[in-house]
């Protein structure tokens, strides 16, 4: 079984739906992320938690919330979709390693969102 | 963050080393050098780091150099299954903001 799932792994859905993509991990890492990936391009950071009670924004968080229900999962929310929302979605942990400094990331499977 | 620049492609003969450049010429002292790897549409691989030696494990090679402003992702006997896209990050140490560039697509030629 992976360390990292993610939940759908493809989903198409039509513009204004509400759509909640989910992550768990077994790896017990605190650090947990979301990142979308477009065609062509680099991944880039929507939002990512140290733990339950600690939310960041990272670089594109804007028509996104985020929610985490507990150490080991993470769900990423588009309250309403919209066309240019249509992405490749990672979900990614990584832990904190003696002396202060992150361990790497481990990413899932990734979820493929079309947003029509 | 640093900022990291790397070339769009560059191909390599099957067996033969693969020289992956990344400049960051704005890296601080405290800025460690990380290398993901993405094959396909899979999630993103971790390769190896280093803040300011030279850096081997099994699957490669990371050479900084001196100055630190610019480094150098070595697979000694290249693949087609090293085929990917390769990305460069620079990390402040004991933070966890990555943040990924656009990384340069290798690809491994029969």
């Known amino acids: 079984d992976a360390d990292v799932t993610q939940t759908p792994r493809n989903r198409i859905t039509k513009t204004g739906k509400r759509i909640m993509l989910e992550c768990s991990q077994t790896?017990?890492?605190?650090?947990m992320y979301w990142y979308r990936q477009d065609p062509g391009l680099g991944l880039r950071l929507i939002y990512y938690?140290?733990?339950?009670?600690?939310?960041n924004k990272g670089e594109i968080s804007d028509g996104y919330s985020v929610s985490r229900q507990a150490q080991a999962k993470f769900s990423l929310s588009l309250e309403s979709a919209i066309p240019n929302q249509t992405a490749l979605y990672f979900c990614?942990?990584?832990?904190?390693?003696?002396?202060?400094?992150?361990?790497?990331?481990?990413f899932g499977e990734g979820s493929r969102l079309t947003v029509l | 963050d640093a900022k990291t620049t790397q070339p769009p492609s560059m191909d390599c003969a099957e067996g033969r080393a693969a020289n992956l450049p990344c400049n960051h010429s704005t890296i601080s002292g405290n800025e460690y050098v990380y290398w993901y790897r993405q094959i396909h549409s899979q999630g993103p691989q971790y390769i190896i780091h280093?803040?300011?030696n030279n850096e081997t494990n099994e699957m490669a090679s990371l050479i900084i150099t001196e100055d630190r402003k610019s480094s150098t992702l070595i697979l000694p006997h290249a693949t087609l299954r090293d085929t990917a896209v390769y990305y460069c990050?620079?990390?402040?140490?004991?933070?966890?903001?990555?943040?990924f560039g656009t990384g340069t697509r290798l690809k491994v030629l029969a």
């Open positions: 938690s140290f733990d339950v009670k600690d939310i």
């Open positions: 990050i620079v990390i402040v140490a004991g933070t966890y903001k990555y943040i």
């Open positions: 280093g803040l300011k």
């Open positions: 990614a942990t990584s832990d904190l390693r003696p002396g202060g400094n992150t361990g790497e990331l481990f």
């Open positions: 790896k017990g890492h605190d650090r």
